[in-house]
């Protein structure tokens, strides 16, 4: 834990160096780069010597602020699985009592428990250190300063879409907790900066059926396209069978996102704008494969295209973006969990279609979805 948790904490300490003024007149070290990452130890300190029971974390207030300064994905190896979702009650020693922390509530319960750790113990008279920690706790600090601890809290409040205010009602804090880092989940925006908003990964939803199999289509499609063409990067998509499934698992995202995703990696050329309704049309040849010969594609024919492009998968083997060598990986797969995923997806296009009834899309119709599903509204399930 202590490995991965450094690893984080180098990152936001490399940022704070860039941006912070001078530290808070509180510090209790000099300010030094890992004062911010070990205030979160002293955290960490008050949420382990709190918890009475390990299988409940999240009933102790104290691993509320250890939960944002180390973000899920550090601090829930460190527990038990399945814990039960955020208890109210130890939401209220932080809320006061309401449904929303407030960033300043915050920033207040993250000093205030670090100030009870900090008079629990008594000073080194030669040294200025704090002793008598229980279980040999590090020595507690407060962070270089409360943006700090307010760069923690908007990474939260960004992902569950409260830059207006900052404030964090109960149930999107526990929503945070438990899918932040689920594959596919994706939050409300990916910081409160527009700035960085614009430079950021897409964040692609999938439904859990997934199984990363989209992922693996997408990177089968990158390599198909590059080696598509003698005058790299490509042009166009639709005329691969690996960025047609890929588009089609996408649903819900966009095709134009997928489009983005290619040009950034240098597999695409598309010129400007960047959209699918740019896009060359599907090609006959990959409509008629998909199709087996027959005027539509059927819910069926799309479960074995989908399976049987995850069978026998290809990668990349050298050369520049665009004019790479395809290998065969010599497996196959990740497959998703079920069929149900391709048959969710292909719901989809039928709504969009307007094919519910049958499930069989003729080549206009598909083509259609390919190029304007981005920008053209319609529905998006059958049912
Ligand atoms: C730990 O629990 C005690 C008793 O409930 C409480 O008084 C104290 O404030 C807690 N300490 C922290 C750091 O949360
Ligand atoms: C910690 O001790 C200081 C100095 O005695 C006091 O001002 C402060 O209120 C105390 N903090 C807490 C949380 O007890
Ligand atoms: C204070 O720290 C010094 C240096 O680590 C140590 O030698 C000394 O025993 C400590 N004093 C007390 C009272 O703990
Ligand atoms: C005591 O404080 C000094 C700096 O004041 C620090 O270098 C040293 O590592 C601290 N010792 C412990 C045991 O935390
Ligand atoms: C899901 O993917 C993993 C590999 O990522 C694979 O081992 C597993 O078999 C896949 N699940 C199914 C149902 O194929």
């Known amino acids: 834990m202590l490995f991965s948790f450094a690893l984080c904490a180098v990152t936001a300490?490399?940022?704070l160096a860039l941006t912070l003024p001078s530290a808070s007149p509180n510090t209790l070290v000099a300010r030094d780069p890992g004062q911010d990452s070990r205030s979160c130890l002293s955290i960490r300190s008050a949420c382990d010597t709190n918890t009475t029971d390990p299988t409940n974390v999240f009933a102790t207030p104290a691993c509320i602020a250890l939960v944002v300064c180390e973000t899920p994905k550090y601090f829930i190896p460190d527990f038990p699985p399945n814990q039960p979702r955020l208890p109210r009650s130890a939401w209220n020693v932080v809320?006061?009592?309401?449904?929303?922390v407030t960033q300043q509530q915050f920033i207040d319960f993250y000093y205030g428990t670090i100030a009870s750790l900090i008079n629990s113990t008594s000073?080194?008279?030669?040294?200025?250190?704090?002793t008598n920690l229980p279980n040999g706790n590090p020595v507690p600090v407060y962070p270089t300063s409360a943006q700090t601890v307010i760069n923690w809290w908007q990474a939260v409040v960004a992902w569950t879409g409260n830059c207006a205010t900052s404030g964090i009602a109960y149930n999107n804090f526990a929503d945070w907790i438990q899918y932040v880092d689920k594959p596919g989940v994706c939050g409300a925006v990916a910081s409160c900066d527009p700035n960085v908003n614009a430079n950021a990964p897409p964040c692609v939803p999938q439904r859990a059926t997934d199984n990363g199999s989209c992922a693996e289509m997408v990177s089968q499609c990158a390599v198909s396209i590059g080696a598509s063409t003698t005058t790299a990067p490509a042009t166009s998509i639709f005329t691969q069978?690996?960025?047609?499934?890929?588009?089609?698992?996408?649903?819900?995202?966009?095709?134009?996102?997928?489009?983005?995703?290619?040009v950034k990696m240098d597999y695409l050329y598309t010129g400007q704008p960047v959209l699918s309704a740019n896009q060359p049309r599907l090609s006959q040849a990959v409509f008629n494969d998909l199709a087996r010969g027959k005027s539509y594609v059927s819910q069926q024919d799309m479960i074995d295209a989908y399976y049987g492009a995850l069978t026998n998968t290809i990668k990349s083997c050298g050369g520049p973006p665009g004019a790479e060598t395809v290998c065969p990986t010599g497996t196959s797969g990740p497959f998703p969990t079920d069929a149900s995923y391709v048959i969710d997806f292909w719901n989809t296009v039928s709504a969009w279609t307007g094919f519910c009834s049958t499930r069989n899309i003729p080549y206009q119709n598909l083509a259609d979805y390919l190029q304007y599903s981005s920008t053209v509204k319609a529905p998006t399930s059958c049912s």
């Open 13 to 15: 300490s490399a940022a």
């Open 95 to 100: 809320s006061g009592g309401s449904d929303v």
């Open 123 to 130: 000073t080194n008279s030669t040294t200025g250190n704090s």
């Open 241 to 262: 069978k690996y960025c047609v499934l890929s588009s089609f698992c996408y649903s819900q995202s966009t095709v134009d996102v997928l489009i983005k995703q290619l």
